[in-house]
C-alpha cells in the first residue's frame, strides 16, 4: 500500500457511467493512512471557544464511513453512501454545522472483517465520529477500539449483541423485535395456528442468530414450532433449504439472510409448489430483485418487516428525500439504503448540532448529546429514544411488501407498530 500520508478525499457525488471511476478514484484514495491537520487537540478549544479534538478542525467537521462498495452489501452500501453524502451537500448549502462544513470520508472494507479493522485504524484518528458502519461481523471486531475511542458510531447492522455499548447507536429496532412482529403478522393474516410449523431460514452469525431468537421466543408464545436451517453468506442456491422445508410441511417462512437468498428461496418454492407465505427481515430484500425471474413469486408470497417505513411512503420528509435523491443521483435506484443512511446522517447532524450549542464538538460531547436524545425525529420514520444504551432505539415495525410499480419497488402494508408480547420479551432477555 502506498504510505503516503495525505488528507483523504470525500465522497463527491457523481452520475451515470461516471460513477465506476468515482468509485475507483475514491477507494484509491481513501486507502491510505492518514492524519488530520487540523483539530485533533482532544478537548482543546478552537478561536470560536468550541471544544475540540479529532476530527474537528476550524473549518470542517469530518464524519467517517466504514461501507461496503465491493461485497454483498454493495448495493446498499453505494445507497447509504450516495444519501450521506446529499445530506452533507445540503447541509453545507446551507453554512454547515456549528460553521463549518461537513465532510465525509469513505472506506470500503468488501465486507471484509480484517479489511474493516484496518480501515477503522486508519481512519479513527481522523474523524468525529461515524454515521455508517456496515455490518454486524465489522461492528463486532471493532467493539472494543471504538469504545476506548469514546467515538458514536450508528453501525448499518441491528443484531441486539450491539446493545449495551454507550458509543454504539443502534438504529429503530433489532432483528429479534422485527421477527416477533413477523410471528404476529402470520398468526394475525395468514392463519396460521398452533401445532403449525414455520421455517426459518438465517445466516449464521449475529444476524441470523438474533433473528432466530426473536422468532422462536414469538413461535413458543403462539403455540408454533420452528424448524430452522442455516446459511452462510455464500450460500445463493437455496433449493436443499427449500427441501427440507417442504419435508417439514412448513405453514410460512421466514427469512434473515441478503436479497439474493430471498430471491433463491422464493423462486425455488414457487416452482416446487411450496407457495407458503415468506417474511423477510429488511436486508433480505433489495428492489433489484423485482428485475429478475423470482419477481412474480415475490410479489405473490413475500412480506418483508422493518424498522424503516417504505421509499413510497406518503410520509412527506421521506417524499422530500426521495425527490432530491432522484435529482442528485438518477441512474440509482431509491431503496432502503437511501432512506437508512439519510436518516443515519440526520440523526448525526442533530447531534452535532446539540454538542456545538452546549460548546464543545469533541467526541465525548457529541457522545453526551447522542444520549441526551429521547424522542429523535427526522420525519422518516418513528421516533427514537436514545437515553439508554440497553434498549432499542424504537420497538415500532412496518410490515412492507414489494410491487414493482412503486418507488423502492416497495409499499407499505402496515404502519409502524408494537407487535403483542415484546415489551415482555425485553424485560425477560
Known amino acids: 500500500m502506498n504510505t503516503t500520508h495525505h488528507r483523504p478525499r470525500t465522497w463527491r457525488r457523481t452520475t451515470g457511467a461516471a460513477l465506476a471511476g ?3 478514484l475514491l477507494l484509491a484514495a481513501t486507502g491510505c493512512s492518514s492524519k488530520a491537520d487540523d483539530g485533533n487537540g482532544g478537548g482543546d478549544k478552537s478561536a470560536d471557544g468550541v471544544r475540540t479534538g479529532p476530527g474537528i478542525g476550524a473549518e470542517s467537521i469530518r464524519l467517517g464511513a466504514l461501507t461496503d ?11 447509504i453512501v450516495q444519501a450521506q453524502q446529499m445530506w452533507a451537500d445540503e447541509v453545507n448549502a446551507d453554512g454547515g454545522i456549528c460553521d463549518r462544513r461537513i465532510e465525509i470520508v469513505v472506506k470500503d472494507h468488501g465486507y471484509d472483517v480484517q479489511k474493516a479493522v484496518a480501515a477503522y485504524a486508519d481512519l479513527a484518528p481522523d474523524v468525529v465520529a461515524m454515521p455508517q458502519v456496515i455490518g454486524s461481523p465489522v461492528v463486532a471486531a471493532l467493539l472494543d477500539d471504538i469504545e476506548r475511542d469514546k467515538m458514536l458510531i450508528f453501525p448499518q447492522a441491528w443484531a441486539a449483541s450491539l446493545l449495551g455499548k454507550d458509543a454504539i447507536q443502534v438504529l429503530g429496532t433489532t432483528y429479534d423485535i422485527d421477527m416477533i412482529a ?14 403449525d410449523t414455520i421455517g426459518h431460514v438465517y445466516f449464521e452469525g449475529d444476524y441470523g442468530s438474533n433473528a432466530l431468537e426473536g ?14 436451517q442455516k446459511i452462510q453468506a455464500t450460500d445463493t442456491d437455496l433449493s436443499a433449504q427449500v427441501s427440507a422445508l417442504s419435508k417439514e410441511g412448513v405453514k410460512a417462512v421466514l427469512i434473515s439472510a441478503g436479497p439474493a437468498q430471498t430471491a433463491s428461496l422464493v423462486g425455488v418454492a414457487a416452482s416446487r409448489g411450496l407457495r407458503v407465505p415468506v417474511v423477510s427481515s429488511a436486508p433480505g430484500y433489495a428492489p433489484q430483485l423485482m428485475e429478475t425471474p423470482a419477481a412474480p413469486a415475490l410479489a405473490a408470497m413475500l412480506h418483508v418487516v422493518s424498522a424503516a417505513p417504505a421509499v413510497s411512503s406518503e410520509l412527506p420528509g421521506v417524499q422530500r428525500m426521495v425527490a432530491s435523491y432522484k435529482k442528485e443521483f438518477p441512474d440509482s435506484p431509491v431503496d432502503s439504503g437511501v432512506l437508512s443512511g439519510y436518516n443515519a446522517a440526520q440523526l448525526m447532524g442533530a447531534d452535532l448540532k446539540t454538542a456545538c450549542e452546549a460548546g464543545g464538538l469533541s467526541r465525548e460531547d457529541v457522545l453526551k448529546a447522542h444520549r441526551a436524545q429521547k424522542n429523535a425525529d427526522t420525519g422518516l420514520g418513528t421516533a427514537q429514544n436514545f437515553s439508554d444504551a440497553d434498549r432499542p432505539a424504537s420497538v415500532e415495525t412496518y410490515v412492507l411488501k414489494p410491487d414493482a410499480k412503486a418507488v423502492g419497488s416497495v409499499v407499505n402494508v402496515e404502519d409502524a407498530h408494537t407487535a403483542p408480547g415484546v415489551e415482555e420479551y425485553l424485560s425477560g432477555r
Open 215 to 228: 422468532s422462536t421466543w414469538a413461535a413458543e408464545q403462539a403455540g408454533l414450532k420452528v424448524a430452522g
Open 22 to 24: 468515482a468509485l475507483a
Open 182 to 195: 413477523a410471528v404476529d403478522f402470520l398468526t394475525r393474516t395468514k392463519g396460521l395456528k398452533k401445532g
Open 69 to 79: 462498495l465491493t461485497g454483498p452489501y454493495a448495493t446498499l452500501g453505494k445507497s
